[in-house]
Every structure is written in C-alpha cells, then in structure tokens.
C-alpha cells in the first residue's frame, strides 16, 4: 500500500460527500469520541477493537440482536472496520468480519462511522478482488453516504440508509 493510495481513497470517498478523517492510532480514540459525541447511543458489532471505544462517553450497544426498528433509532450510530477499502472508486467493502457485523447494522442507523487501516486499501476493483479474504463471503460496498435523486436530479441523503458516513483512516504501520 502506498501513500498515494491513501490520498485517492480519501479523494475519491471525499467527492461522494463522505466525511474522510486522517488520524493516527494515538489520536483514533479522542476522534471517534468526537465524531460520535452526538450520538444517542453507538452499536458495536463483534470484535469492535477496545482502544476504539475507550473515549465513548455514550451507550454503546451490541449489534448482535437488535432488530431494523431497533437500529432505526433516533441518533443512533454504528462503528465499525472493514475487510477492504478500493481507492479508485472511495469504495468501503465490508464482508462481515471482526468489527464489521450483519449487514443490517450499516443499513440503518443515521450515522456510520468506518475505520480503515491503510493496508486494507487496494487499488481498484480487481486488486479488491483477488485481495478477498473469503471470496464466497456476502459483500456490502458502500460509497458515502445513502443518497438518490428525484427527477429534477436534486439530491436526497439519507433515503436508503445512513444520512452521514465518516471514514477514519489510519496511516501504514511504521
């Protein structure tokens, strides 16, 4: 993974409205307590790493068996990590691993916030492809935050899930 991976990433999920947030791993939990603090409560799915929630500040809840009417709370938010990230198109790929959780958990609540480690950055769609940890898991692609547009082309977010996507990213091991 290069850096300039990293800068098309952000770019790229940066022009689909996605707040994209540059941090080292000493400063991940001050940010994600900021990014949440408005928050009424977070959804954790399994695995959630605890540096990651040590700041909180707010209820966290399990996304093991809540339900959509449940997650449809509102301010409600989820965290999570994801298997993969496609720096071409500013693509995040979640497979429902470790911190990744049930589909449903980033369907749903308002505000989804992403981790992303620079190694888990590829650089287009056939690097993602190959770079699958378990090509036959269900994959959930998302690209910023849920909008369509009406007829007139005026942007609605929010419609299909999630109104706000921050991704945190977090630079190459040294």
């Known amino acids: 993974m290069t850096p300039e991976l990293s800068a098309l990433f952000a770019a790229r999920a940066g022009d689909y409205r996605a707040g994209v947030h540059p941090c080292t791993p000493a400063e991940l939990p001050d940010l994600l307590a900021t990014l949440l603090a408005g928050a009424s409560g977070v ?46 198109t500013g693509t995040l790929v979640l497979d429902g691993g470790v911190a990744q959780g049930r589909r449903l958990l980033t369907l749903v609540p308002d505000h989804h916030v992403c981790v992303v480690r620079a190694a888990q950055i590829v650089a287009d769609v056939p690097d993602l492809v190959i770079a699958l940890p378990d090509p036959t898991r269900p994959l959930t692609m998302i690209s910023g935050p849920s909008a369509t547009s009406d007829i007139e082309l005026n942007r609605v977010e929010g419609v299909h899930g999630p109104r706000r996507l921050d991704i945190v990213c977090l630079p190459p091991h040294r």
């Not at 990651?52 to 709370?73: C, F, I, K, M």
């Open 43 to 88: 959804v954790l799915p399994a695995g959630t790493p605890p540096e990651w929630t040590a700041r909180l500040g707010r209820p966290t809840l399990s996304g093991d068996t809540l339900t959509a009417a449940q997650l449809d709370a509102p301010g409600l938010a989820v965290l999570t990590g994801c298997a993969l990230a496609v720096a071409e």
